[in-house]
């Protein structure tokens, strides 16, 4: 288990970010791995398996390639699936699930292969065995995958079990909350990791139910993202329980302590109250409430958190977290009534452009020394917001190309408008 093939998949636009944390937790020498379009593929060991699960806050998965051979048929794919040594990784009294993707793949359907793996592996199985494993969708202890391209047939076992995203923490969440790892591939994308403490805060003015925050705060204190979770390698054959708690006991103990009388320096707030309730939960949950200072508010009224310039990051929703200055304090029917204008105005895009030239407005004024990183779908943005972005980080936010827009804000009159070429 010393000479394993993993694969971490990750949202497109997060490969180099997540080749250069593969290298922090494992030290991985730079032959030893390579990155591919939506991945890092690695030589490491079972023991670094375990580290990359714990650790990683931009993998979706870590997974062990068992199997990377050419095929022209489904008959292929179940000699080389039935090829693989499931039974030094699980046996018939486990449940198993096999998942399919494809590339290009010239097979005509994908449930049949994956039917056929799914043989392979309890044929291998009830051969070394007399029994073979039954098969669980929905809560299975193995899962299996296998990735088809023109012409290879790669098959993987998973052992993450639910993708890394879930660190077990976010129970309060809004609509359309913000992946764990794409909120880490955004803090990353910016160079903040905490070790700057109070000299660089860190302010998300649309925080929602505070996934940017915690996962800022989480870096800050060197907290595991998934020191609250299960994985799918511990109920495989080769996990060994004691070697696991050591593991966890050196990241429980390398954790940072909060400074004695150390005020937060990573901030957020948000128009709906009901959010920054979430986000306090939220923050609770992932032991980190200390570290951040929540506030209601709108985006287009918040003044700076701090005497300090630093570091926002956004990924400001649209809706009716997007709404006019003061909506928040408005009464009831009042929001009502300015919800309803918003919908039918958002339908032609006019509120939202309104907004965006409102913020930049509001923070050419306010927020001289900040940078400012906003994630968007619209490659237009900052021309609309009469800004000239200093870098551009292309990022997907699951089938959605976006960007991660830096801008420097200087007092007045920041830049002439952008021009709307998109060079990422």
């Known amino acids: 288990m010393n000479q394993l093939t993993l694969f971490l998949p990750c949202a497109a636009g997060v490969e180099d970010f997540l080749a250069a944390e593969v290298k922090r937790i494992v030290g991985v020498a730079d032959g030893d791995m390579s990155r ?98 039954s098969i669980d969708t929905t809560w299975p202890d193995v899962r299996v995958f296998a990735h088809l391209t023109e012409g290879q047939c790669s098959v993987y076992i998973d052992t993450s079990g639910e993708p890394l995203f879930k660190r077990g923490w976010r129970e309060d969440k809004g609509d359309a909350p913000l992946k764990e790892t794409l909120a880490a591939a955004m803090i990353a994308a910016t160079g903040w ?70 005020k937060p320096f990573i901030f957020g707030s948000d128009v709906a109250f009901r959010m920054v309730d979430f986000a306090q939960r939220n923050a609770q949950r992932a032991g980190v409430a200390h570290a951040i200072e929540l506030r209601g508010g709108d985006a287009l009224q918040r003044m700076p958190p701090s005497e300090q310039p630093g570091v926002m990051l956004l990924n400001p929703p649209y809706g009716e977290r ?70 551009r980080v292309p990022l997907w936010n699951g089938p959605i190309e976006c960007r991660l827009f830096r801008f420097d804000l200087v007092a007045g009159r920041n830049t002439k408008p952008a021009a709307p070429s998109d060079a990422g």
Request: charged share 25%; glycine share 8%; proline share 5%.
């Open 36 to 133: 591919s379009r939506g991945g890092v593929l690695l030589k490491a060991s079972w023991r670094d398996a375990m580290l990359l699960n714990l650790h990683s806050r931009l993998a979706q998965r870590v997974l062990v390639e068992l199997a990377y051979e050419p095929y022209r048929s489904e008959d292929d794919i179940y000699e080389i699936a039935c090829g693989v040594a499931w039974e030094i990784w699980m046996t018939p009294r486990h449940t198993l699930k096999v998942e399919i993707t494809a590339q290009h793949s010239p097979l005509k359907s994908l449930n049949f292969a994956a039917l056929r793996v799914k043989d392979a592996v309890c044929d291998r199985l009830r051969h070394k065995t007399g029994e073979r494993p």
């Open 193 to 262: 990791d905490g070790s700057q403490g109070a000299a660089l805060p860190l302010y998300d003015p649309c925080c929602g139910s505070g996934t940017v925050l915690i996962e800022a705060a989480q870096m800050a204190l060197n907290i595991a993202p998934g020191s609250t979770r299960r994985f799918a390698f511990e109920k495989l054959l080769p996990f060994q329980s004691h070697v696991w708690q050591g593991i966890k006991a050196q990241a429980q103990a390398a954790q940072k302590p909060w400074p004695e009388g150390q």
């Open 322 to 391: 997007i709404a006019a200055a003061g909506v928040a304090g408005q009464r009831a029917e009042q929001r009502a009534t300015v919800r309803a204008r918003e919908h039918a105005q958002n339908a032609d895009g006019g509120e939202v452009d309104a907004f965006f030239e409102r913020l930049a407005s509001h923070w050419k004024k306010h927020y001289s020394g900040w940078s400012a990183w906003l994630l968007t779908p619209d490659l237009k943005l900052p021309g609309k917001m009469r800004f000239k972005e200093s870098r």
